[in-house]
């Protein structure tokens, strides 16, 4: 059974972490592509055996799934990421205009008081 877990890292470790979580694949990407070579063979015999093949084949289905979810979780802990980022971006971009915006009014109450 699988269940799903949350945790929280710091905004600049989150592309590390990413990083971490693809490299937890890598034996399985690699189980995979063994998987898929022997199946290969085993089907290219004179005579296969057949059961032995769809064994093999549930074998690589579930390996497939795996990084599959795994994928998955990790386009959506980037989406989140970028989503984020864009964020911080436009805030940033619309401090700027927020400011101007007072400065006139902050211009004109100087101006009152001078008078």
Known sequence: MRVKLSYTVEVENVLNEVSNLLALQTDEVEAIATHHRVLQQDLC???PDVYKALDRLE???GSLFNVD???AEIVEILKGYNGYKATLYTNEQ???AAEEDLEPENATEEQDVDA
């Open 45 to 47: 015999r004179e005579d």
């Open 59 to 61: 074998e690589l289905r």
């Open 69 to 71: 979810t795994r994928a």
């Open 94 to 96: 619309s401090a700027p």
